[in-house]
């Protein structure tokens, strides 16, 4: 679905370089970099479609301060964006959330996450099929499992009452880090079809539902 846009990505990824929004990731060898959490930060991972929305969702929640788009829940060391296309890797496209505990508590993460993509729809997110856009929800704790698996059950019975959440909840092991051109892809290609059509009602979606967790300067 998505690969026919890669020929125009070079050439928009720096399009909006002055944006204040963007987040100036660490990168090297044309990768970001998966950094450890600062002494006032956690870190929780999900995966849920196409990272490029779910990348922006999670960026504009109170208390975050970074979101690095990665790989994860596969079986191949260091995968590139072209081994999740072909589905060879094993890995869905992925998000790590650095995030301040006192001020957005794990839970609301992941309602973030339940909210801003389909967790009933296997295997996929809309028109972009395969094990690459499958939901998933990974955990560092039995706590952490204890929250995804209570909300899981309860959204079932409210907000998706009488469908079957497919989300997968794995423990965390790893994740590696896309490819920059896409990170920040949200940010820097707001004109672009996809993202227009695609990613763009997603992340007005969580705003919709999450209104009081949004950073102000998305709301203006």
Known sequence: MKTFIRLAILLLFTACSGDQKLQHLESKGGFAVIVAPAANEKVATFAGGCFWAI?????????????????AGGNTKNPVYQ???????GHAEAVQVYYDPSIIPFETLCKAFFYVHNPTQVDGQGADIGPEYR???FFRSPEEYYIISA?????????????????????????YPAETEHQDYYQRNQGQSYIRNVSRPKVMKLRAKMRENIKSEYLK
Not at 83 to 89: E, Y
């Open 151 to 175: 909300l899981i059950r309860k959204l079932e019975n409210t907000d998706y009452k009488g469908q079957t959440i497919a989300t997968e909840i794995l423990p965390f092991e790893v994740i």
């Open 135 to 137: 939901s998933i929800a």
């Open 55 to 71: 990348q922006e969702a999670m960026m504009e929640l109170k208390g975050v301060h970074k979101v690095i788009s990665g790989y």
């Open 83 to 89: 081994d999740l296309q072909s589905q060879t890797s």
